[in-house]
């Protein structure tokens, strides 16, 4: 047996390389323990070298003749064995009686566990795997995934503007999140969504409408666009002005049915009104801003009464309150007045949606009327998410731009012990959070169920416009 001094700089697998020997041999000749301490000096012995013993070698002998004919019979895993000995035509008929036998077997598996039936040996497999059953896909659910392309057409094409201290809120930035918040307000038609009056009509005797204090009572008239511009608040008069200015020609022969005298009466009607054609001329411009200013009065009790009464009686339509601009308006010569939201109107409102000019004028408007006027407050309160500048945006349009609502955000935030301005974008997804699951208030601040529904929505970010780098406040304008 050799022995050997240990150097400066050696280690037990180069000693153990050096001498070709086994390191493990190498440590059990010298009762070392740990291989990673050894010491510079100290003598090793080194043992004998040891050959491995080879492993015996498989012969492979071919398989008689008699037993390929029988291949037929043989289980699958042995088909494999068998062509490495036949030529290429027995090859191809086992591979292919192999491919047969791997489809039934998934078929039978498809079958047992879809139809939970027990597999029988007589049983006879289909030699395709049968189509799962598709589901029904209902034409609204088809109409509003279209809408949603279209607005990701639309507005997704231009590239991020980044500066030094985030991106830049551009114009086209500040329509996605208009977009992203026309998510929770449009239905399928997009662009040309309209709600007929659903607050008047209300919930009450299994009806569809939208249940609100003053169902039954007051007349909010027609919804329109992707942001739901209401008739009575004067907002749908403003968009149809924007209109106009996009296209004239096209609006007068949309709106107006080639008279430009019916879509400048239209105008009218949206925007100052048509106090001529009230029943009550006592009622102001607006139905809602008139029952807000009488609705804890006797008179408000009395209308609440007769619009809610279980008894049968109901709220004569002379009583019913609507705006000097919710007024029926005739659509043609020899027409008589109807609602904005009834027949030939509908029609032209809806044809309208469609129309790629008015698309954009749709969402010009919406920005300038709730975008920019919040971005004050929101670079004050360095709100930096498109998630929480999109929510924002939605109070607006809700509650108007420098309302109770408008602030919710804001009061959530302090409610939460957040600091204001926001310090951080995870503070903003908190509030957001906050709110989306608020069951009607956090500690004071009250929270409606409709706010809570648009933030959940919002959070979700079914247009994938919300999810982006923060952005630079020195850019709000």
Known sequence: MKTHKIIKGETMASIAKRFSVDIADLASANNITDINKIREGKWLQIPDK???????????????????????EKPISELWEDTLFRG??????????LLARLRAAEADEYIQDTHKVPLTSDKVPPTHTPELPKKPNSESKKKVTDVKKVLKEKLGKEPHVLTFNGVRLTENEKKQILASVATCEMNSDGFGS??????????????????????RIVHIGLSYGVIQYTQDSGSLGDLLKCLRAKNPSLFAEIFGAGYPEFSDALIQLTTTG?????????????????????????AGNELKMLANSQSGSHLPTAREIRGKRVQPIAPSIGHPPID????????????????VDFQEAQLEYGVRNFINPMLSLAKHNNVRSALA??????????????????KLTYRVAKEL????????????????????????????????????????????????????????????A
């Not at 009056?197 to 409408?209: A, H, I, L, S, Y």
């Not at 500048?389 to 509650?399: E, K, P, S, V």
């Not at 416009?465 to 630079?472: C, R, S, T, V």
């Open 389 to 406: 500048l999109a929510f924002i945006a939605a109070c607006n349009i809700r509650g108007g731009v420098g309302s109770k609502l408008s």
């Open 417 to 476: 012990g957040l600091a204001l301005p926001f310090v951080s974008s995870e503070d903003e997804l908190a509030c957001m959070q906050a709110i989306a699951e608020a069951h009607g208030s956090i500690g004071a601040v009250s929270v409606h169920e409709d706010e809570s529904r648009r933030a959940k929505r919002l959070i979700d970010d079914e247009l994938g416009f919300l999810a982006e780098d923060l952005y630079d406040i020195s850019t709000y």
């Open 340 to 355: 904005l939201w009834k027949g030939e109107w509908r029609d032209r409102f809806l044809s309208a949606g469609k129309v």
């Open 88 to 97: 290429r035509e027995i090859a191809e008929k086992w591979l292919t009686e």
């Open 50 to 72: 040891k050959l491995k013993q080879q492993p015996e070698t498989t012969k492979v002998h071919p398989i008689p003749k008699e037993k390929v004919a029988q291949a037929d």
């Open 274 to 298: 048509r106090p001529d054609l009230a029943q009550n001329t006592q009622i102001p411009l607006s139905g809602q801003a008139y029952w807000n200013q009488i609705h804890n009065t006797p």
């Open 194 to 215: 309209i709600n007929s009056d659903q607050e008047f009509v209300g919930r009450k005797n299994g009806k569809k409408g939208i249940e609100t204090t003053y169902s």
